[in-house]
């Protein structure tokens, strides 16, 4: 399997900041990411912050009301000649208050010639 020299967007998905409970909520699609992306980015465009979980059960970042954060993973890879990725599949969750506004997940993937 090699890598076309080219990046893909995913998809965008999104999630309304009044709908928080304060429990985990889906932000990425109901099966998770459809590829494996180097990059991955979320936006918190809500009035309120937000906790991120990659599993939906542990607390791994909070993003502040109006701030993003920035996911390269592929940036990060050693050695040089290796890639890095967040496997296809992967959920991503969020919660926080109820508030307004929106927050929005982005990313990228490299094709693969299969």
Known sequence: MAYQNKVLPIPLSSIAASTFTG???LLS???GLPNPCIMLHIANNASV?????YDGTNDHDFII???????EFQANA???NFSASLAA?????VKGS????TVYLSGFYCPTNS
């Open 23 to 25: 429990s985990y909520q």
């Open 29 to 31: 699609a109901a099966a």
């Open 49 to 53: 912050g937000v906790t991120v979980s």
């Open 65 to 71: 009301a109006g701030d993003e954060r920035q996911l």
């Open 78 to 80: 050693l050695p040089q």
């Open 89 to 93: 599949g992967t959920k991503i969750y």
């Open 98 to 101: 109820a508030g307004t506004g």
